[in-house]
């Protein structure tokens, strides 16, 4: 089992759509989780990180974070264009000098 | 702020040569670290430094070294290049504390002929 998966996609959604993205990891040590945006040719840019259960707002982004299921969500309103690249999440676990564990990402396509 | 700056962006080695890919941040962050993403993958973690003098290994250690004997530097030297090693390399940095946000730099590009 991998310790962080995402489905690689694409996944397709018409603008204006909410995109979910979604991500599994298996250590439950697991204590701080990111988004991050990857455009193609790019580097990774963070988006939002989540530390608690529940949702996280930042303009047309939520995080959502269940630990119990070992789930985190990234869902995306109102989707435009400028969104469609490569979407990594990533899990820092406890004691791990601020290292993260990336999953292989999620191509999103907001097509038009 | 420049932010995390790498040099060079593209590299063409040959199978033996040796380089050093340059990273330096000038946001006073104690954290440093090297990724590698070959296509289609996620990040996978070189090495990664705490603080000046202090480097320890990640998942994809062998075949690289690091030093770090400044806060702001932190290079890669490639060893020996080898096919395996073509890859884009990332540096990254970031803050310790609550958020431990990365940092990430433009990337170097690097094909091993």
């Known amino acids: 089992q991998k310790e962080v998966e995402q489905n690689s996609g694409p996944l397709s959604v018409p603008e204006g759509a909410i995109a979910s993205l979604n991500c599994t990891y298996s250590?439950?040590?697991?204590?701080?989780f990111f988004w991050y945006r990857q455009y193609s040719g790019k580097s990774p840019e963070l988006i939002m990180f989540?530390?608690?259960?529940g949702d996280k707002e930042d303009g047309r982004f939520t995080a959502q974070l269940n630990k119990a299921s070992q789930y985190v969500s990234l869902l995306i309103r109102d989707s435009q264009p400028s969104d469609s690249a490569t979407y990594l999440c990533?899990?820092?676990?406890?004691?791990?000098?601020?290292?993260?564990?990336f999953g292989t990402g999620t191509r999103l396509q907001v097509t038009l | 702020n420049a932010g995390v700056t790498q040099t060079p962006k593209f590299r063409i080695l040959k199978i033996g040569q040796s380089m050093t890919l340059q990273c330096a941040q000038d946001?006073?962050?104690?954290?440093m670290y090297w990724y590698r993403q070959d296509p289609g993958m996620g990040l996978k973690l070189i090495y990664y430094?705490?603080?000046?003098?202090?480097?320890d290994k990640g998942e994809v250690p062998n075949g690289y070294n690091v030093s770090r004997s400044t806060t702001e530097d932190f290079p890669l030297r490639l060893e020996l290049a080898a096919p395996s090693q073509t890859s884009v390399y990332f540096c990254?940095?970031?803050?310790?504390?609550?958020?431990?946000?990365?940092?990430f730099g433009p990337g170097t590009r690097l094909t091993v002929l």
């Open positions: 990254a940095s970031s803050y310790t504390g609550e958020t431990d946000t990365q940092y």
């Open positions: 250590d439950r040590g697991s204590q701080s």
């Open positions: 989540i530390y608690s259960n």
């Open positions: 990533a899990v820092k676990r406890t004691g791990t000098a601020s290292k993260l564990t």
């Open positions: 946001m006073n962050h104690n954290y």
């Open positions: 430094s705490v603080g000046a003098g202090i480097t």
